[in-house]
């Protein structure tokens, strides 16, 4: 998995792992803009970093749908220096987003999809940018949808 | 500024850009969405293929594989053999038929799945065949990484048990 460096175009390698209790210690609201703690025990908490490097860029939470095979991304937040046109890192978010692809599938196989449910004025730009389709107020990706973004973003 | 206010002043692309951000429904409103979203999928689930299955639970074979490997608790070691059998049951195919397949010999395929090969050769030409089998979206190399794993942990326990009988030696000389 690889997130660009604006500056230079680099592909920087990443990881994403699930956030361990430590972690909250160093997640706080002014770098990652909510109360992440608020997340905890009622979602799965992942953090995106450089291979080898100690920041987090990113942070996602997910919530789990078992009876429907259904991962739900409840927020998904890129750090501070991450999250504007003057951003360091690209393509954060889908990564992120790429990897609750990986994840859903890995759990539930064929029937794996992942969801959201987005701000109105943000539903289009979703769309558009992950190919996410619309089912009333949500977002879903599911079958080919799902591996185009796992492709896409190399996860 | 503080965090949350500069998220005010983003335009739309750039929000969408670098957040997924809590949607402002009420519990009712959430659970109508999470409705209409289960009619959705189950309609599109429904015309899954069988190719589209048998890829997909490939696909979610290697994650389990690849976390597997990545995992380095090596408290938790399999043999190679163990996921040959679990891919197996996940693809729900027979032994024999598998090994029809992947043009290998029944009886060196019986014996590799109850651990009785211990040939390099025989093995990376196992992997090979694995990694063929599924178009390469498991690759030979996902494969390969899970006996090399399990080499790993056989040689970390020999060196263990082999340092523990030295000291031991070294106390009776000591004594």
Redesign the interface.
Same mark, same amino acid.
């Given at each position: 998995m690889h997130i660009i460096e604006v500056s230079t175009g680099e592909l920087i390698e990443i990881e994403i792992s699930e956030v361990v209790e430590k972690d909250f210690e160093i997640i706080d609201?002014?770098?990652?803009?909510?109360d992440w703690n608020e997340y905890k025990g009622s979602h799965k908490v992942y953090k995106l970093m450089i291979s080898k490097e100690p920041q987090i860029l990113g942070l996602?939470a997910l919530r789990e749908?078992q009876n429907?095979?259904?991962v739900e991304?409840?927020?998904?937040?890129?750090s501070?220096e991450?999250?504007?046109?003057s951003?360091r890192y690209d393509k954060?978010?889908g990564c992120l987003?790429a990897f609750a692809c990986?994840?859903a599938? #890995?759990t539930y196989?064929?029937? @794996?999809?992942v &969801?959201?449910?987005?701000?109105t004025?943000?539903k289009e730009?979703?769309q558009r #940018?992950y190919g996410m389709?619309s @089912?009333?107020? &949500?977002l879903?990706l599911?079958?080919e949808g799902m591996?185009n973004l796992i492709n896409e973003y190399s996860v | 500024m503080k965090s949350r206010d500069i998220l005010k002043t983003l335009k739309e692309e750039e929000l969408s850009d670098s957040f997924v951000l809590p949607n402002d429904l009420t519990p009712e409103e959430s659970s109508i969405a999470d409705k209409e979203l289960l009619q959705v999928l189950e309609e599109k689930r429904r015309t899954f293929d069988e190719t589209k299955k048998v890829h997909f639970k490939t696909l979610q074979f290697k994650y389990l594989l690849e976390d597997y490997i990545n995992n380095k608790n090596t408290d938790q070691v399999l043999p190679l053999n163990h996921f040959t059998k679990m891919y197996l049951e996940t693809l729900d195919e027979a032994k024999k038929d598998f090994a029809n397949k992947i043009n290998l010999k029944e009886s060196t395929f019986n014996r590799f799945i109850k651990g009785q090969v211990f040939n390099h050769n025989t093995i990376v030409d196992i992997v090979l065949k694995l990694g063929n089998y599924s178009n390469n979206t498991i690759p030979p190399i996902t494969w390969f990484r899970v006996w090399e794993k399990q080499l790993e942990s056989k040689i970390i326990n020999c060196t263990s048990t082999y340092t523990d009988n030295n000291k031991k030696d070294k106390l009776v000389y000591e004594k």
């Open positions: 609201e002014e770098k990652y803009f909510f996602m749908f429907e095979y259904r991304v409840s927020l998904i937040a890129c501070r991450n999250y504007s046109q951003k954060i978010a987003l990986r994840e599938i #890995k196989g064929y029937m @794996a999809a &969801s959201l449910k987005p701000k004025v943000l730009h979703y #940018k389709k @089912a009333g107020i &949500s879903f599911e079958g591996l | -």
